[in-house]
């Protein structure tokens, strides 16, 4: 279901592992200030835009 709503038609990939490793396997850390939560990513991850694609489109998601 993740994968029919939130890649982009031309990201679309057939094996779930490809998926997890392009968005779960990536060096970063979360820190929370003053009520926020907020994620440092990798500054040479070179799945960057597909990352920050992908979260932007499960934002948009009515649920």
Same mark, same amino acid.
């Given at each position: 279901?993740?994968?029919?709503?939130?890649?982009?038609?031309?990201?679309? @990939?057939?094996?779930?592992? @490809?998926?997890?490793?392009?968005?779960?396997?990536?060096?970063?850390?979360?820190?929370?200030?003053?009520?926020?939560?907020?994620?440092?990513?990798?500054? @040479?991850?070179?799945?960057?835009?597909?990352?920050?694609?992908?979260?932007?489109?499960?934002?948009?998601?009515?649920?």
């Amino acid at each position: 279901l993740m994968k029919q709503l939130a890649f982009p038609q031309e990201k679309k @990939t057939t094996v779930i592992d @490809t998926i997890r490793f392009q968005l779960f396997h990536i060096a970063g850390k979360v820190t929370e200030h003053a009520r926020q939560v907020q994620i440092h990513l990798s500054s @040479t991850n070179v799945y960057n835009t597909l990352f920050w694609e992908v979260l932007t489109r499960i934002q948009r998601l009515n649920l």
